[in-house]
């Protein structure tokens, strides 16, 4: 491989509390885990970006100083949407050669917001520009929202820049605090078990943004029933809204917002058991949440795909699963679950006879891994 000057490990991310909030100010847990996105770069002087990737074909050139043009639909978007949010900050005159590898199979597990905070630590490290984590954070989910298209909160950037091995995330996308809950010494090992169904997905062209503006119409409906006045679309949240207002006004709205809305509400209060679980060292309490999680997001924000409810039911009745759920949007992509690791082979053995049994045609693109949590996207 030709020798270049930096290495970015960025990590995949999973969240076992917290699903489908982020983008209403919500609280969620996280981890960085011990899989993701290599880039290895070497500045250059005359502003040209050429990249190569070794999960996609062909090749991205562009110019770092000037504005990004209309969209390709191609990897290469990721890299000119890194490019825009540093632009709106910052001038940027010196470009960068490089190639990038992802370690696993694309879907529910923020792919693509790893490969962002790489390119933003990317493109700063050659314009010696120093940002915080909160920063990358920011910046990358900017990107996201505005040049990709994908009106999520900062939930995966967050896990991908902040985490660590030694605990669990708590952040709250509403004021952006988060720490760090360190795993208590009574709590037994385990491993993080994904699941991918073999569907890919793409998050743009799915329901993920239909969800979005679902659950501001639930706050635009509460508001305008309890007679308050209205703010603009991208200023609502559900966050801003007590539960007491929504126990007052579900009734008078479509069921369908009320559903979105009690998703929102139920998940409020599983992450904050879910935090007393973890801190007390409770692993079969916060696993039982993650199942509970999974059951709001079928039944009340109504995501799933036939493969991903069938991955969920099966893990849901093996020994050794102490919970987990859909990851990602859960419209396609993979289930995470925290497991006990003397049950990986049989979990393994039993989660891919009985899945295949049943969708036989993914033979060959269902897989299973298990992982660690790790820490946060680094230079190596």
């Given amino acids: 491989m030709t020798r270049y000057q930096y290495h970015i490990f960025a990590p995949y991310r999973v969240c076992p509390l917290g699903a489908h909030v982020d ?3 919500g609280i969620v847990t996280g981890f960085a885990i011990n899989k993701g996105v290599d880039f290895w770069f070497t500045p250059n002087e005359d502003g040209q970006v ?3 990737s070794w999960t996609f074909d062909g090749f991205v050139d562009f110019d770092i100083t000037q504005a990004s043009q209309v969209k390709e639909k191609h990897w290469g978007d990721y890299a000119r949407g890194a490019k825009y949010a540093l632009r709106k900050r910052f001038i940027l005159k010196k470009g960068i050669t490089g190639v990038i590898q992802g370690s696993l199979p694309i879907g529910g597990l923020s792919s693509s917001a790893a490969v962002l905070v790489a390119y933003v630590m990317a493109f700063a490290k050659a314009n010696d520009i120093e940002l ?3 920063e990358i954070v920011q910046i990358a989910s900017e990107a996201e929202r505005e040049y990709i298209g994908l009106n999520n909160g900062i939930l995966d950037q967050s896990c991908i820049v902040l985490g660590k091995k030694e605990g669990l995330l708590f952040l709250d996308c509403d004021s952006n605090e988060y720490r760090i809950i360190k795993r208590n010494p009574k709590m037994p090992d385990f491993e993080i078990g994904i699941f991918f169904s073999g569907l890919t ?5 799915s329901d993920y943004n239909l969800r979005v503006y679902e659950c501001k119409t639930a706050a635009w409906n509460m508001l305008a029933y309890m007679e308050q006045p209205l703010k603009t679309f991208d200023k609502t949240f559900l966050r ?6 929504f126990e007052k006004t579900r009734i008078a709205m479509p069921q369908r917002f009320a559903r979105r809305a009690e998703h929102f509400y139920s998940e409020y209060r599983r992450v904050r058991q879910g935090v007393t679980a973890w801190e007390s060292g409770n692993i079969e309490l916060f696993g039982k949440l993650c199942f509970e999680s999974c059951e709001s997001s079928i039944h009340n924000y109504e995501c799933g795909s036939p493969e991903l409810i069938a991955i969920y039911e099966i893990m849901r009745s093996l020994p050794g699963v102490y919970g987990g759920r859909f ?3 859960g419209f396609k992509g993979a289930c995470i679950a925290i497991v006990n690791p003397e049950y990986k082979d049989e979990i393994e053995r039993e989660l891919t006879k009985r899945y295949l049994e049943k969708f036989p045609e993914y033979e060959k693109t269902f897989k299973v891994y298990f992982v660690k949590p790790d820490d946060g996207a ?3």
């Fill in 50 to 52: 050429h990249l190569e």
């Fill in 201 to 205: 997905r793409s998050l743009v062209n």
């Fill in 23 to 25: 983008h209403q100010h």
């Fill in 132 to 134: 915080t984590p909160m």
């Fill in 378 to 380: 680094r230079f190596i």
């Fill in 327 to 329: 990851s990602g949007a």
């Fill in 240 to 245: 801003d809204i007590p539960r007491l207002t």
